[in-house]
T-cell receptor, first 110, second 114 residues
Framework: TQLLEQSPQFLSIQEGENLTVYCNSS?????LQWYRQEPGEGPVLLVT?????EVKKLKRLTFQFGDARKDSSLHITAAQPGDTGLYLC??????????FGTGTRLKVLA | SAVISQKPSRDICQRGTSLTIQCQVD?????MFWYRQQPGQSLTLIAT?????????ESGFVIDKFPISRPNLTFSTLTVSNMSPEDSSIYLC???????????FGPGTRLTVT
């Protein structure tokens, strides 16, 4: 069974701080996605990483895919209250379905 | 990208009844999925909706309880049958495009069973 473990589960920080969320698995994925979800809405795709070692930046967010394509990280620089939400990683496997991580709930205090 | 809508957005249903949730995509998508989510928690895949054939269900989910239809490339329905309070959850549909397999979600249907 493929599992994606995210850490930390919960994170409450002050505006302006930096943070990193980790997404780890023992399985290899052909690609990995990160989503942010706000209450009452569906998850919104932030980024897709495909190549081992790949790094992508989206404004203050930096995403990295592990060399072996088993893990990923999301780093947020100078967090803002608008970054508050549930962050989910999802691995895309060869069976054409997505395995979602356990989720990280982030709260950024003004 | 794809824009996905769901109906209803929320409902309160009585135990033993059934509810059908509709999912409409504004463009053709390759694959469609149905998920369940408890508020603040991760997503659990219920099934992959296959166009013109029976859905593929994940372990723990069965067709009699969650019948799914997908008559074309832009529409799918999920029925939650013979509901119990344990079925109270958020139900989400999603679709992927063929070019990148990026997944787009509807806003979800919040179901409460009393």
């Amino acid at each position: 069974t493929q599992l994606l473990e995210q850490s930390p589960q919960f994170l409450s920080i002050q505006e302006g701080e930096n943070l990193t969320v980790y997404c780890n698995s023992s399985s290899v994925f052909s690609s990995l996605q990160w989503y942010r979800q706000e209450p009452g809405e569906g998850p919104v795709l932030l980024v897709t990483v495909v190549t081992g070692g790949e790094v992508k930046k989206l404004k203050r967010l930096t995403f990295q895919f592990g060399d072996a394509r088993k893990d990923s990280s999301l780093h947020i620089t100078a967090a803002q209250p608008g970054d508050t939400g549930l962050y989910l990683c999802a691995g895309f496997s060869g069976t054409y379905k997505y395995i979602f991580g356990t989720g990280t709930r982030l709260k950024v205090l003004a | 990208s794809a824009v996905i809508s769901q109906k209803p957005s929320r409902d309160i249903c009585q135990r033993g009844t059934s509810l059908t949730i509709q999912c409409q995509v504004d463009s053709q998508v390759t694959m469609m999925f149905w998920y369940r989510q408890q508020p603040g928690q991760s997503l659990t895949l219920i099934a992959t909706a296959n166009q013109g054939s029976e859905a593929t269900y994940e372990s723990g989910f069965v067709i009699d309880k969650f019948p799914i239809s997908r008559p074309n490339l832009t529409f799918s329905t999920l029925t939650v049958s013979n509901m119990s309070p344990e079925d109270s959850s958020i139900y989400l549909c999603s679709g992927t495009t063929s070019s990148s397999y990026e997944q787009y979600f509807g806003p979800g249907t919040r179901l409460t069973v009393t």
